[in-house]
Each structure stands twice: as structure tokens, then as C-alpha cells.
């Protein structure tokens, strides 16, 4: 599936759980399984409980996705498309 199909969304890490998944709850309400994006992976980009987080969500299946961008501390809005 390319990066464009997926549904962004954003949401705020719970918990950190194994085998580099975490567990996010977005902003209405659902809660997802996701992993590191390769980028961020790549370039060792950290993730911790309570960070905000956009997500790139499959149509086919809601309940999986990729974490594609870590929110500043500051909250400054997310990349543009």
C-alpha cells in the first residue's frame, strides 16, 4: 500500500508495549497498535509514553497503523502535504 493511501491521524502514546509497537489513543477516542515508520526508525527518532504522534492508518484494517511523525514538546502542527 503507498504512503498515500493511508488515513493520517493523530494521537497521544499510552503505553509502550514489545517488539517496537505502541499502544495510541487518538483524538476521538479509538485506540490503535502501532509501529515506527523505517524513516524513524532510521534515523533513531525516540518515542515515550505521552507524546503526540501522527499515524498513518490502513482503510482495510483500523486497528494497525504507523507512527510517521513525533508532535515537538511545543505542539507545533504537523508537517505539510
Avoid at 28 to 38: E, V, Y
Wanted: with cysteine; hydrophobic share 30%; charged share 20%.
Amino acid at each position: 500500500m503507498a504512503k498515500k493511501d493511508l488515513i493520517q491521524v493523530s494521537g497521544t502514546v499510552d503505553k509502550i508495549l514489545g517488539g517496537g509497537r505502541y499502544r495510541i489513543t487518538l483524538d476521538n477516542g479509538h485506540t490503535i497498535t502501532a509501529q515506527l515508520s523505517g524513516r524513524m526508525r532510521r534515523f533513531h527518532i525516540r518515542v515515550i509514553s505521552g507524546d503526540r504522534v501522527q499515524c498513518g492508518v490502513s482503510p482495510y484494517d483500523p486497528t494497525h497503523g504507523f507512527i510517521t511523525y513525533r508532535e515537538p514538546p511545543g505542539g507545533r502542527p504537523g508537517p505539510a502535504t
